[in-house]
C-alpha cells in the first residue's frame, strides 16, 4: 500500500522491499506479522518502510525512544547502514551518545537558537572540559611522577599506588608523549587510556555558557 501511494509498480515494491528488510536486518521475520515484533524491530521496520521510495533525504524525530538497550544499537546500526547507502539522514535527538555514535555533523540547538555546528569532534574540543590520561605502571615511581609535572601540557597529576590520573591543558591525545616521558624516567607502563570528551559534556559545557550570559 505504501508503494502504491507512491506510484511503484508492484514488482518494483516486491524487489525493494526484499532490499530494505536486509538492510535494516528484518528478513528473517518478513512474513511475521508486525503485532508479534517488538518495539525495536518495529522502528527498523518502520525505517524500511520510509525508505521505500528510495529518498535523497531522511528526517528522523528521536528514533531511539522509548526503545531497551538492545533495540537503540538495533535502530543505530540500521542508521549506519542506510547512511552507507548514500541516503542523508537529519537526526534529531536527546540521547547524546547515540548522536556522537553516528552523526558526521552536529548542530546544538537551544530556545530555537543554533549555538554551535560542526563535526562531533570539532564541538566536543571546542566546549567540553579537558581530556584525563590513565596510567597503571608495574610499580610506583616518584621519578616518574617529576618527569610528568613538568610537562607544559598537563594540568595535574594524581596518584594511587601504581595507578597516576593525569589531567590535561588540552584536548589533544598526547598518549605517546605520557609514555615516551614515563619510560625514560625508567618506569615500566602496564596500561595507558585516554577520556576524550564526550558530547555530553559539550552539551552541558554550553548551555551552562548561555545560561551565564543571559541568553536562554
Same mark, same amino acid.
Not at 186 to 195: C, D, F, H, R
Given at each position: 500500500?505504501?508503494?502504491r501511494?507512491?506510484g ?7 524487489e525493494? %522491499?526484499?532490499?530494505? @528488510? ?5 528478513? +528473517? ?8 515484533? %517488538? ?9 524500511? =518502510?520510509?525508505?521505500?521510495p528510495?529518498? #535523497?533525504? @531522511?528526517?528522523? +524525530? !528521536? ?12 535502530? #543505530? ?12 539522514? /537529519?537526526?534529531?535527538?536527546? /540521547?547524546? &551518545?547515540?548522536? =556522537?555514535?553516528?552523526?558526521?555533523e ?8 543554533? /549555538?554551535a555546528?560542526?563535526?562531533?569532534? $570539532? ?8 581530556? *584525563?590520561?590513565?596510567? $597503571?605502571l608495574?610499580e ?5 611522577? !617529576?618527569?610528568?609535572?613538568? *610537562?607544559? &601540557?598537563?594540568?595535574?597529576? !594524581?596518584?594511587s ?5 593525569? #589531567? @590535561? ?17 625508567g ?9 576524550? =570528551?564526550?558530547?555530553? +559534556?559539550? &552539551?552541558?559545557? @554550553?548551555?551552562a ?8
Amino acid at each position: 500500500m505504501y508503494g502504491r501511494m507512491y506510484g511503484m509498480g508492484s514488482r518494483q515494491i516486491k524487489e525493494r %522491499s526484499a532490499e530494505l @528488510l536486509e538492510l535494516v536486518g528484518l528478513s +528473517d521475520r518478513s512474513r511475521d506479522k508486525l503485532s508479534t515484533y %517488538s518495539k525495536g524491530m518495529l522502528q527498523r521496520f518502520g525505517l524500511a =518502510q520510509a525508505l521505500l521510495p528510495n529518498p #535523497r533525504l @531522511l528526517v528522523l +524525530d !528521536e528514533p531511539s525512544s522509548g526503545l531497551d538497550p538492545v533495540g537503540m544499537v538495533q535502530v #543505530r546500526e540500521a542508521i549506519r547502514r542506510i547512511v552507507g547507502q548514500g541516503t542523508t539522514v /537529519f537526526l534529531s535527538s536527546h /540521547f547524546l &551518545f547515540e548522536v =556522537q555514535q553516528v552523526a558526521d555533523e552536529i548542530t546544538i540547538i537551544n530556545h530555537g537558537r543554533s /549555538f554551535a555546528s560542526g563535526t562531533v569532534e $570539532e564541538v566536543t574540543k571546542r566546549f567540553s572540559s579537558k581530556a *584525563l590520561i590513565e596510567v $597503571e605502571l608495574a610499580e610506583a615511581s616518584p621519578k616518574a611522577l !617529576e618527569a610528568l609535572q613538568v *610537562l607544559p &601540557f598537563v594540568g595535574g597529576v !594524581e596518584t594511587s599506588g601504581r595507578k597516576i590520573s593525569i #589531567r @590535561l591543558k588540552t584536548s589533544d591525545d598526547v598518549r605517546m608523549e605520557i609514555s615516551q616521558v614515563l619510560t625514560s624516567s625508567g618506569a615500566v607502563v602496564i596500561s595507558i587510556t585516554y577520556s576524550g =570528551q564526550s558530547l555530553e +559534556d559539550a &552539551f552541558v559545557a @554550553l548551555v551552562a555558557r548561555v545560561v551565564s550570559l543571559g541568553a536562554v
